[in-house]
């Protein structure tokens, strides 16, 4: 897992996400979408999990922790490289950001 040093809850693991999650979590609001931990911890909402490509790894979920997937015909590279702007957050402040009563 990657660390970060967050100024609310110090050393933590971090979350990428896309610019406008960003704006989301910067306004405090409660996020829809799904989080995925293949090849690092990522968010997304869920407009960019269907319309990116990352649908196409949802049966991946349900896989035991310990079996080893290799994806080499570079889906994964796609999905992942048209998550434009994309920034690090703590995974605690997505957590309580998740957790806020106000909608999106």
């Known amino acids: 897992m990657s660390i970060m040093i967050c100024i ?18 910067d306004a405090g609001k409660v996020l829809g979408g799904r ?5 690092g ?6 407009d960019c999990f269907d319309s990116l490509g990352f649908e196409k790894f949802a ?5 035991p922790l310990d079996e080893a997937v290799e994806i080499t015909d570079g889906r994964w590279e796609a999905a992942y490289n048209a998550l434009e702007g994309r920034q690090v957050f703590c995974l605690k402040c997505i957590t309580d950001s998740e957790r806020q009563p106000s909608a999106v």
Do not use: P, Q, Y
């Open 8 to 25: 609310t809850h110090g050393r933590v693991g971090f979350v990428e996400t896309r610019s406008h999650i960003a704006k989301w979590i």
């Open 35 to 39: 989080r995925l931990t293949i090849g």
């Open 41 to 46: 911890n990522l968010f997304v909402c869920d």
């Open 59 to 63: 049966s991946m979920a349900d896989l």
